[in-house]
T-cell receptor
Framework: NAGVTQTPKFQVLKTGQSMTLQCAQD?????MYWYRQDPGMGLRLIYYSASEGTTDKGEVPNGYNVSRLNKREFSLRLESAAPSQTSVYFC?????????FGSGTRLTVV | AQSVAQPEDQVNVAEGNPLTVKCTYS??????LFWYVQYPNRGLQFLLK??????LVKGSYGFEAEFNKSQTSFHLKKPSALVSDSALYFC??????????FGKGTMLLVSP
């Protein structure tokens, strides 16, 4: 099925460890996004990529880096995980007909 | 910068009664507004959007939303609530480079 695929679905990290969250879309969308969801705070934009080869900071970029590898893939990297980064992470893409969200990655940093 | 406010953390309604989930927004220019629903441990599902045209927008699962420019509101409504409508609802407004700014969410609880 066409859509946005995120991996992994669940992850537990120790403080200071690094990891990369993967996201791929097969809808030929130009724009892709990473959000984090925390209780009572809604979804907040971490980084976005308006087109292949470009990335920009969103509302809460500190502690994260991103790579727009090609038109399909947009990865989010935590270089040194902190407990404050415990959250649910959503990748999304957008095109002419709207937005599509992935199913999320639940990350716990202990 | 754009912003969205959902003033109610939780809305309780009995099955069969009408429901309203409130949303107000702030944005420069014409607003593009969205409602999404999230069921437990799931991603976001699109319900409806307002781009232009009629102020009453109809969406999925019998939901509709009323756009009111003078009150900068985009309230979500349904004439008759179902227990299965219980979920977390998010209002969002589109900003620069098609980024979405979300409200904090409203939990809807429909009792039998």
């Amino acid at each position: 099925n066409a859509g946005v695929t995120q991996t992994p679905k669940f992850q537990v990290l120790k403080t200071g460890q690094s990891m990369t969250l993967q996201c791929a879309q097969d809808m030929n969308h130009n724009s892709m996004y990473w959000y984090r969801q925390d209780p009572g705070m809604g979804l907040r934009l971490i980084y976005y990529s308006a087109s292949e080869g470009t990335t920009d900071k969103g509302e809460v970029p500190n502690g994260y880096n991103v790579s727009r590898l090609n038109k399909r893939e947009f990865s989010l990297r935590l270089e040194s995980a902190a407990p404050s980064q415990t959250s649910v992470y959503f990748c999304a893409s957008s095109g002419a007909y709207g937005y599509t969200f992935g199913s999320g990655t639940r990350l716990t940093v202990v | 910068a754009q912003s969205v406010a959902q003033p109610e953390d939780q809305v309780n309604v009995a099955e069969g009664n009408p429901l309203t989930v409130k949303c107000t927004y702030s944005v420069s220019g014409n607003p593009y507004l969205f409602w999404y629903v999230q069921y437990p441990n799931r991603g976001l599902q699109f319900l409806l959007k307002y781009i232009t045209g009629d102020n009453l927008v109809k969406g999925s699962y019998g939901f509709e939303a009323e756009f009111n420019k003078s009150q900068t509101s985009f309230h979500l409504k349904k004439p008759s609530a179902l227990v299965s409508d219980s979920a977390l609802y998010f209002c969002a407004v589109r900003g620069l480079y098609s980024t979405l700014t979300f409200g904090k969410g409203t939990m809807l609880l429909v009792s039998p």
